[in-house]
Nanobody
Framework: QLQLVESGGGLVQPGGSLRLSCTAS????????IGWFRQAPGQEREGVAC???????????NYAEFAKGRFTISRDNAKSAVYLQMNSLKPEDTAVYYC????????????????WGQGTQVTISS
């Protein structure tokens, strides 16, 4: 059974950093695209970043505009994990962050992802 578990959320001050982890089990991570999404209260879920690998083992990463230059997505297939390094955090980054999986390739649409973790809360506040 495909399972995803997020961790690493918390409360940090503006300008701080967090690294979120998404640990996968029950499937071969190499064959899947993993996306990070977030949802703030009263707002729709939005894509943050996505990473996938083709059969040639090349890795592709895509970012939302607000994430470019501040967030970095990476994966460690040996650990079945995907990470989201978030730097220069802003109050507007406050949200529940989710990781999700779909067969290659990446997508920006949450509805394309069939498996989701439970989410981890990220709060940016002084």
């Amino acid at each position: 059974q495909l399972q995803l578990v997020e961790s690493g959320g918390g409360l940090v001050q503006p300008g701080g950093s967090l690294r979120l982890s998404c640990t996968a089990s029950g499937f071969n991570l190499e064959s899947y695209a993993i996306g990070w999404f977030r949802q703030a209260p009263g707002q729709e879920r939005e894509g943050v970043a996505c990473i996938s690998s083709s059969g040639s083992k090349m890795t592709f990463a895509n970012y939302a505009e607000f994430a470019k230059g501040r967030f970095t997505i990476s994966r460690d297939n040996a650990k079945s994990a995907v990470y989201l390094q978030m730097n220069s955090l802003k109050p507007e980054d406050t949200a529940v962050y989710y990781c999700a999986a779909k067969p290659y390739p990446c997508s920006t649409s949450a509805t394309d992802f069939g498996s989701w973790g439970q989410g981890t809360q990220v709060t940016i506040s002084s």
